[in-house]
């Protein structure tokens, strides 16, 4: 299972969104690498990443979010969350075509995992944190 701060993370982010249905499958007593969107393997990234720069023996972390609402019938509103954060394995955030509004949480540059950020075509006031 993942981590209670992975946990915790994803829960804020599915509470912070308004999301019309599309994170209803997100229930706490589920495993949360089988909740739409988030990606907990590596060949399931895109484009892929290699998991032999990871040092952990199993793969229960989350490694990548995926919300693109030009192909989801449902799209995210809200803010993103500083919680986020403490995804500290996830390379990949994808979350264009949105409706997200706010500025950028420069906690977000702190990422060290992560390697894609794409926030195209949102609502956000601030520039990408590095």
Same mark, same amino acid.
């Given at each position: 299972?993942?981590?209670? /701060?992975? &946990?915790?993370?994803?829960?804020?982010?599915? +509470?912070?969104?308004?999301?019309?249905?599309?994170? +209803?499958?997100?229930?706490? *007593?589920?495993?949360?690498?089988?909740?739409?969107? /988030?990606?907990?393997?590596?060949?399931?990234? *895109?484009?892929?990443?290699?998991?032999?720069?990871? +040092? $952990?023996?199993?793969?229960?972390? /989350? &490694?990548?979010?995926?919300?693109?609402? $030009?192909?989801?019938?449902?799209?995210?509103?809200?803010?993103?969350?500083?919680? &986020?954060?403490a995804l500290n394995f996830c390379s990949h955030i994808q979350f264009n075509h949105?409706?997200?509004?706010?500025?950028?949480?420069?906690? &977000?540059?702190?990422?060290?995992?992560?390697?894609?950020?794409?926030? *195209?075509?949102? *609502?956000?006031?601030?520039?990408?944190?590095?």
């Open positions: 299972p993942l981590s209670a /701060v992975e &946990l915790n993370a994803l829960i804020d982010f599915r +509470d912070a969104f308004n999301a019309h249905g599309s994170l +209803d499958t997100w229930i706490d *007593s589920t495993q949360p690498c089988t909740w739409t969107g /988030v990606l907990c393997d590596c060949e399931a990234l *895109s484009p892929p990443i290699s998991c032999d720069n990871y +040092d $952990y023996s199993d793969l229960n972390h /989350v &490694l990548g979010l995926k919300f693109n609402g $030009y192909l989801a019938r449902s799209q995210l509103e809200g803010a993103i969350p500083t919680t &986020l954060t949105n409706h997200i509004s706010g500025s950028i949480p420069s906690q &977000l540059g702190q990422m060290t995992q992560l390697q894609i950020l794409d926030l *195209s075509h949102n *609502s956000l006031i601030s520039s990408i944190p590095c």
